[in-house]
């Protein structure tokens, strides 16, 4: 194993690692940011376990995961309320985290989150209707949901194909397009449908963890540990296609196929998300950009921004059972109050980018 | 060389006069485009709810008479309303273009300054804390929540220290998500009949401002529409990207702080006075841009006169297909507006920022 110092670029230094034929490159700073993310999630989840209605200890929790608890109700309490629900939060950020950054690559925009194309309205669309016109239970909502997001982005997506190309910039605008008509369409339903049910759908809009159960927690937790590895193999792929399309197809890359998976696995993760919590706002576009900020280099990092995604709804989750009054304060909303501000906060700091 | 020369002077006959046609067409176009304006303009007058001929509505135009009940309703109603669509539509129009040149961003509308959100929260408190209905008041409110939330995006982008549109995007997103997850907490957290009233601002709506709306209205965006011309030339040398604009001698800074000021008027007033209609703001300068090019000197006139006829005509529908309610206009510009610029996108070339 050879270690040696190479310049990748005018900011940083990275390091190439050699193992026979194969090489990898990594940048301190780019690890030191990963490692950290994933120890501050790990002890925020812990930690966030210990809080509730029924204080327990650090230990007991710990104990409790490890199997090793005098069981009994609180054991209960860990296992089959708080632990899924942390786990909820937990891998709902993952995915939105992994979304974001993929969009915000096809899109080459700052702005890029599953939204792009139409897939947050879409959802909201779905859900909406159930709650409004049919009166539906939740897990019927849920699935409107996913049925209504997905649905959306795959005609996003045909509506831009032309000629079998989609063009970052045609799918934005179309995306803005079908997005606009959906908002209307869910404004409609709002405005015109009874006000209880409207009530109901405007507090389904805000996402919630609350009494989440295991049922909640498998499909988006199989969905990123199956999705997470095959996207960060891709990944360099689609990192070319930022340079454009005529480039990446002469460096070798089939810049459609990369770019269908790509947006396909990202619709996926954002619908199972969605599923688990509701809409959870931000954190698929302030994820990627924050983790940008702290490793300073704008190069897409899925498995930072997947970290980052978790440790922030994990951060909304204890800020709202911190606080002292008894406001109901819905975590998608608590989201992006926390990633927000600290949006702002990295952004007033730092003279970069 | 004799037939170089010939050439040369060739292209140099035939370059002004290939301009001059264009312009010549462009002018008839825009000339083609208020007679349009026009025409809507006309029909909002003489389709409402209520019943009145267009004998009498002509009548209330020509020989107003303050005691027939159907003169006052023309005079009081439909007359300021027409306006106010016109007004509200043409400025975020104009203030969509400025942020599109601005930030060279194509997902960026009025309301990343912050401006939509800024009015939403400081409407939702006005509602909901100072009990306030009447929307000649209301409408204050939005205008100073759009001016402080428009001040603190660009003071929290830096923009004193340095233009950088990205990160005047991501500050204003983010400051809009924090203060719509407030309104949102605030509209979770009260009396019910406060969501009601929310909601129906929410969606954007022309119906019942009177003169006492339309006056301040136009009058803030008649001032914002002066400026926003006198930028015209300047947006054009911006959007060719900071380096280049400042070897061509304009000052960045100077050039956002006027823009700032016009959006915030224009936007600020139009929401202050409508509610949030995010559609024309961003749909508008894209479709003017495929008609008449990048050239901001066309690019205004042309989005200003599309986002008003947009406007006005889905006030009329909206009354029209609502029959005998209606159906508020930020939701009928939407799904009227949506699919025409969807297949716009498709079957035209894009003109890219």
């Known amino acids: 194993m050879i270690q040696r110092r190479y310049p990748l670029q005018a900011a940083g230094a990275g390091y190439v690692c050699r193992l026979g034929p194969f090489s990898i490159v990594y940048q301190p700073l780019h690890l030191l940011v990963a490692f950290a993310l994933l120890l501050l999630v790990c002890v925020i989840a812990t930690y966030s376990m210990t809080l509730g209605k029924f204080n327990l200890s650090l230990l007991q929790v710990v104990d409790a995961i490890r199997g090793a608890g005098e069981g009994g109700v609180k054991d209960r309490i860990i296992l089959n309320i708080r632990l899924p629900k942390v786990l909820t939060a937990v891998f709902v950020g993952a995915a939105l985290g992994i979304s974001g950054a993929v969009f915000q690559s096809v899109s080459r925009n700052a702005l890029g989150s599953p939204d792009v194309i139409g897939f947050t309205t879409g959802a909201a669309t779905g859900a909406i209707a159930q709650i409004v016109l049919f009166e539906s239970g939740a897990l019927e909502v849920a699935l409107a949901a996913i049925v209504g997001g997905v649905v959306t982005a795959l005609v996003v997506y045909l509506l831009a194909v032309k000629a079998g190309v989609v063009g970052g910039y045609r799918l934005i605008l179309t995306g803005i397009g079908i997005g606009s008509i959906l908002s209307a369409l869910n404004g409609l339903m709002l405005v015109k449908g009874n006000l209880d049910n409207a009530i109901m759908a405007n507090l389904w809009l805000a996402g919630s963890l609350h009494a989440r159960t295991w049922t909640h927690v498998y499909p988006v937790l199989v969905g990123v540990v199956v999705l997470l590895p095959i996207m960060m193999v891709l990944k360099r792929a689609l990192a070319m296609i930022e340079m454009g399309d005529d480039m990446a197809t002469q460096l070798g890359i089939r810049v459609e196929r990369v770019r269908l998976i790509m947006i396909f696995f990202a619709v996926v993760l954002a619908a199972f998300a969605t599923g688990a919590a509701g809409p959870i706002a931000f954190i698929a576009l302030a994820a990627p950009q924050l983790v940008s900020r702290l490793r300073q280099s704008r190069a897409m990092s899925l498995f930072s921004s997947a970290l980052m995604g978790a440790l922030l709804v994990l951060a909304a989750d204890v800020l709202i059972q911190w606080l002292p009054f008894q406001a109901s304060m819905p975590i998608g909303r608590m989201t992006g109050i926390v990633g927000g501000i600290y949006l702002i906060w990295l952004l007033t700091r730092s003279r970069q980018f | ?353």
């Not at chain 2, 000339?31 to 809507?40: E, F, P, R, T």
């Not at chain 2, 909206?318 to 799904?335: D, F, H, K, Q, T």
């Open chain 2, 1 to 353: 060389m004799p037939a170089d020369r010939a050439s040369v002077s060739v292209i140099a006959d035939v370059m002004p006069s290939v301009n001059q046609a264009r312009d010549s067409q462009r002018r008839r176009w825009l000339w083609a485009g208020l007679v349009l304006l026009c025409a809507v303009a006309c029909l909002s007058m003489f389709i409402g709810t209520h019943t009145i001929s267009p004998a009498v509505t002509l009548a209330a135009i020509f020989s107003f008479d303050p005691s027939n009940s159907d003169h006052l309703l023309v005079m009081h109603l439909r007359i300021p309303r027409t306006l106010l669509a016109m007004v509200v539509g043409g400025a975020l129009g104009v203030a969509g273009v400025i942020m599109q040149g601005l930030t060279r961003n194509p997902l960026a509308d009025p309301g990343i300054l912050g401006v939509n959100a800024g009015a939403a929260v400081a409407v939702a408190l006005a509602i909901a804390f100072l009990g306030i209905q009447d929307m000649a008041y209301v409408m204050w409110f939005g205008l100073l929540g759009a001016a402080i939330a428009g001040v603190g995006v660009f003071v929290l982008a830096g923009v004193n220290k340095g233009v950088n549109p990205v990160r005047v995007v991501l500050a204003g997103t983010a400051l809009s998500v924090v203060l719509l997850a407030f309104t949102h907490m605030i509209t979770i957290n009260s009396h019910e009949m406060v969501f009601e009233q929310y909601r129906h601002w929410s969606v954007g709506s022309f119906q019942g401002r009177g003169f006492d709306v339309l006056l301040p209205a136009t009058l803030l965006i008649a001032v914002g529409l002066v400026i926003a011309f006198c930028l015209s030339q300047a947006l054009d040398t911006v959007s060719l990207g900071e380096d280049i604009g400042q070897a061509l001698g304009v000052n960045p800074l100077k050039i956002w702080c006027f823009a700032a000021i016009a959006i915030v008027i224009l936007a600020g007033a139009a929401t202050a006075a409508a509610g949030p209609i995010s559609f024309v703001g961003l749909t508008a300068p894209h479709i003017a841009r495929m008609v008449v090019g990048p050239d901001h000197k066309w690019l205004l006139p042309f989005s200003l006169l599309i986002a008003s006829t947009l406007a006005v005509l889905a006030d009329v529908l909206g009354r029209v297909v609502g029959y005998p309610n209606e159906i508020s206009v930020g939701i009928m510009i939407a799904l009227i507006g949506g699919p025409f610029f969807v297949f716009l996108v498709r079957r035209w070339k894009i003109s890219q920022l």
